[in-house]
């Protein structure tokens, strides 16, 4: 038995099948089953029952799984206490909300690629409902996203804070005066798609006004969201700090919209238990390079 065969039994309760975890590991599905056939050999009973289409342990491999989580979590701890950062090796799966991707994600990666050198990178950019899923299900290692989570089966680790305004073409001639929610409904809007996570908080910005949320054009992406407002075809709720610049060039207007939104916390999400050595490491390293406010 080691630790490696170990590894390979945990990620495949993980994925759900041998073949995932292989995709998962970097390795061929023949090296995962070789893996499981070696371990199974060492302890001389079978882990897997293998006449279900999904790879489920048998009563076995339900015992042995408690303390496999606990000799590979040991081995990572000693891995990153004692060893060099810079000769471990593997695969770490990030997942990252647009916003983050939009601004600081090249940072971040050649962070990870100066610390790490040994270690690849498979991003996946979406929104935060869906990388909470993935993290959770354990198809991602670590998911930059808006926060809090209120899933207790993670650890986080806070990006700080970044402030939402209402935001508007100059061309589009938005007046400067004060403007309830039901007064800016009056006006085209912009939205994120229901599955982000301003969709609720905006959607309870106009309801709590008495005004309703009709957005004219939704969208998943933040950087389209902006180019649509940049062409003037409504208002919509950006992040004042990421485009500083076109607010400085008098291209967008920052309207004046009461009450205020909250500034919105981003957060790093791991498995609290997780069997990959990286995720809390890269997840430390995340709010170093973040470049979003500590504070609100």
Known sequence: MDIRQLETLLRIVETGSFAAAAQALAATQSTVSARIRELE???GVELFDRTQHRARLTPKGLDLLPTAREIV???AKARHQVGDARAITGIVRI???GLVALTWLPKFMAAIRSGYPGVSVMLDVALTGSLIDKVRDGDIDLALVT???NETSLASVSLGYDEFVWMA???LQVPATPMT???LARWPVLGLSPQSHHYPVIERWFREAGAGYNPVISCGNVRVLADLTLAGLGVSLLPRASFAAEIAANVLDVLNTTPRIEPV???ALYRGNTM???ANAIAMLASDVSEFSVSR
């Open 41 to 43: 050999r060492s302890l």
């Open 73 to 75: 979590a040991l081995a």
């Open 95 to 97: 997942g990252a909300v």
């Open 147 to 149: 926060g809090p989570s």
């Open 169 to 171: 073409a100059r061309s």
């Open 181 to 183: 929610p039901a007064e």
């Open 265 to 267: 916390e981003f957060v």
């Open 276 to 278: 990959n050595p990286l």
